[in-house]
């Protein structure tokens, strides 16, 4: 005799709807449960009386059909949002934005050297070679070292020396970050402006000043700052040997920022300018060679410089901070770029 095989009787209309009603609000129950109040699956199950697989496939499937939206709401978020459009703008491939904590610009200035000082002690290890610039910018960072051990590691100029105020003495910035870090610093004895490019060739040709900067070009990590040119309180003209006499010919060459030294108009290009052509310093086609490179800048009268740097396509990484980067975009939106 066959035996009978008997099917599960078909789901009637109404009462098919009335299923899927009831896994739908399990479904929401779940998910609110879940991701509003933070209950484990275990502690819904049992809230629901449903077993803990249940649980999970019901989460599951209400992730698959979008019904959950999550959004991170973080304080960092408008900071990354703006690293995101320099980097549209081109000419780096990092930037690393702090919060502009002060009005003060020295505090704000702090604030990034001191994140430039930690993306330096991520980069670095033993063996590694740092060439530098002297200024406010590089002594910023030097002065937010805190390293976690010696490291192993030679800073060397990349620029002629400057007496006068501290922070325009790179042989005494790079003696100081080498103590930081534990490592070995470079000298150079050689100014930075020659008299002219004759005595420029005869400078960098000396045997102690071309060992400083065959170091320099091999260096692995740069750290420079850039230097305002148009703003009355720049400090390109601590460096200049005659500011005042010539400070006629610099606006009248176009400049728009300073590079270890090198006079940049708005398009990031070398200007026709005569101590252009007698710095003791390396080349910008020397400097772009180093495999990283990072500029370091903060103030709003920094701002139009920094644009410049960036359209030259001269760096690696910029450090700034939050004001100085939204007046960058203001500049590049009034110019036609797009951010």
């Not at 002297?134 to 010696?150: D, T």
């Not at 180093?290 to 701002?303: D, Y």
């Not at 396509?313 to 007046?327: S, Y």
């Amino acid at each position: 005799m066959p035996i009978a095989r008997l099917k599960p009787p078909l789901k009637s209309r109404a009462t098919a709807p009335r299923e899927e009603i009831v896994i739908a609000r399990q479904m929401h129950q779940a998910l609110v449960l879940h991701f509003l109040e933070g209950l484990t699956q275990a502690q819904i199950a049992d809230q629901l009386g449903i077993s803990h697989a249940t649980v999970n496939r019901l989460i599951k499937r209400g992730r698959q059909l979008g019904l959950v939206e999550i959004k991170i709401k973080s304080p960092v978020e408008p900071l990354v949002d703006l690293e995101e459009r320099l980097l549209a703008l081109g000419g780096i491939s990092r930037a690393v934005v702090v919060p502009t904590v002060s009005d003060n610009p020295q505090t704000a200035l702090l604030a990034v050297g001191a994140a430039a000082a930690r993306l330096l002690l991520e980069e670095i290890g033993d063996g590694d070679t740092i060439c530098i610039t002297g200024g406010k910018g590089v002594s910023a960072v030097v002065a937010g070292l805190q390293a976690p051990h010696r490291f192993d590691v030679e800073v060397i100029p990349a620029t002629g020396c400057v007496q006068g105020k501290h922070y325009t003495d790179v042989n005494h910035v790079s003696t100081l970050m080498a103590e930081r870090l534990g490592g070995r610093s470079w000298q150079i004895h050689a100014p930075l402006f020659a008299d002219d490019a004759a005595q420029r060739a005869m400078l960098i040709n000396m045997r102690s000043v071309a060992d400083v900067f065959q170091r320099a070009r091999e260096a692995k990590v740069a750290v420079v700052g850039i230097g305002s040119i148009l703003s009355s309180d720049s400090t390109y003209y601590d460096l200049h040997p005659s500011p005042s006499a010539d400070r006629g010919a610099i606006e009248h060459s176009g400049a728009s920022a300073e590079l270890l030294a090198h006079l940049l108009d708005g398009e990031g290009q070398i200007c026709d300018y005569s101590l252009n052509r007698s710095l003791v310093s390396l080349t910008l086609a020397e400097f772009a060679s180093i495999p990283m490179k990072i500029g370091v800048a903060s103030g709003l009268n920094k701002a139009s410089s920094i644009l410049s740097v960036l359209r030259g396509n001269h760096l690696d990484t910029l450090v700034t901070d939050e004001a100085t980067g939204a007046r960058i975009l203001e500049l590049a939106s009034e110019e036609g770029l797009s951010a």
